[in-house]
């Protein structure tokens, strides 16, 4: 296994700490291998192997515990008598209100309990019922940009990050791709498994969708416009188009639960000027560049969305609360917002004129504020400093820790 201590290491500060820690993520983003890697950890830390228990409920082995008082009484019958039980439970949400179990053990025994899972479901009002106050959330992205170049360095040679960015960019980070060297054509198979398991598994089979069609549609307007404004409405008018007649409410739920399932992210826009979140044209990004590839095909020209895309995961792996920026008529594509900290962003593949180049940095030069702005771009630039604007390469900021 190749560690991944940006989760690790998070996890580990609230070891035998009384709360449910419950890592969640889009599938094969690396959870049940991060779970393994905590477990590795305690052991080194003195741990007993008798102490630990540890189920992975997508498994046929388990196939028999599928309810909570099936889980709950196979449970109590192995704890650990003589001090506490440290339970792993991956993909937790295959079984029937597991959480209903979890509280039953977080309150009357000696446990400290990891949980995973692979639909916002592990967020939902059952849980802040029954867990009210004693969970964290650990939210688990595909690799990092960092995560990557380790990851590569472990079968091949590594280029320059510069180099490397535009492989990563096409591959994605899905850790199963990155185990050894696959072919482009390799990854998006791997990538369209991952992307079909999801689809049918999370969203199709447990809503029991019938219009299976009418999703797919949905999925494939929505990674053809990463990075574009739109509505439910827009869609439904798509679709009408094309003789597919679905109204908004119907659009919007399909989204949601392709948000619940971590395949795209809402991005909203915020007012700068009025300091308000806005309600209308959100921006949708995806879990995974590879998703995009591995269902429409690679594309040269879709690379400016897709930088995007990574700048924008990036944000919210670094902990960041990530909106569109709308000022008067323009637009800033990322005010991130952590506790005191903010950051504005333009994002640019190339800036090939001086109209272009009046255009990225001048959206920034017109927000009247004292917070860090960045120009990210892709190609060769001079100097690194705009007016108070710093000029970063992408692959650069990615490998960045100044922010």
């Excluded at 039953?104 to 309990?113: A, C, E, K, P, Q």
């Excluded at 995973?116 to 009002?125: C, E, K, V």
């Excluded at 798509?238 to 119907?250: G, M, P, Q, V, W």
């Amino acid at each position: 296994m190749i560690n991944r201590p940006i989760y690790v290491d998070k996890i580990m500060a609230y070891v035998n700490t009384p709360f449910v820690k419950i890592l969640t993520g889009i599938r094969r983003c690396g959870k049940s291998t991060i779970l393994k890697m905590l477990i590795d950890e305690m052991k080194e830390q003195g741990i007993r192997d008798e102490q630990i228990l540890h189920y992975s409920f997508d498994s046929l082995e388990y196939e028999d515990i599928k309810t909570a008082n099936a889980l709950f009484a196979h449970l109590k019958q192995h704890l650990f008598l003589k001090g506490k039980t440290y339970l792993f439970l991956d993909e937790i949400q295959e079984v029937k209100s597991w959480e209903k179990v979890v509280n039953s053990l977080m309150t009357g025994y000696d446990v400290d309990i990891y949980v995973t899972g692979s639909n916002s479901r592990m967020m939902s009002s059952e849980i802040s019922t029954y867990l009210t106050g004693r969970y964290i959330a650990f939210r688990i992205y595909p690799l990092s940009f960092f995560e990557y170049m380790i990851f590569r360095k472990e079968y091949t040679e590594v280029l320059d990050p510069h180099t490397e960015l535009a492989n990563y960019l096409r591959l994605g980070g899905f850790p199963a791709v990155h185990l050894q060297k696959y072919t482009p054509d390799e990854v998006y198979t791997i990538v369209k498994d991952i992307y079909n398991s999801t689809i049918f598994t999370d969203i199709v089979r447990r809503n029991q969708i019938r219009k299976v069609d009418q999703l797919e549609r949905i999925v494939k307007f929505a990674f053809d416009n990463v990075g574009r404004t739109f509505s439910a409405a827009s869609i439904s008018k798509y679709l009408k188009s094309e003789n597919r007649a679905i109204d908004n409410e119907t659009v919007y739920n399909y989204l949601s639960k392709l948000e619940n399932a971590y395949i795209l992210h809402r991005c909203s826009r915020f007012d700068v000027q009025g300091k308000e979140i806005l309600k209308t044209q959100e921006k949708f990004y995806l879990a995974d560049s590879a998703l995009r590839y591995s269902v429409l095909g690679y594309s040269a020209d879709s690379a400016a969305a897709m930088l995007e895309n990574i700048i924008y995961l990036e944000l919210l792996r670094r902990g960041y609360e990530v909106y569109v920026g709308k000022l008067d008529s323009a637009e800033i594509d990322f005010m991130a917002v952590k506790q005191e900290n903010k950051l504005y962003i333009q994002v640019a593949q190339e800036i090939g004129s001086p109209e272009t180049e009046k255009r990225e940095y001048g959206r920034l030069l017109d927000i009247r504020d004292n917070y860090p702005k960045y120009v990210l771009r892709t190609d060769a630039f001079a100097g690194g400093n705009y007016e108070g604007i710093k000029t970063m390469h992408v692959a650069d900021f990615l490998l960045s820790d100044e922010y």
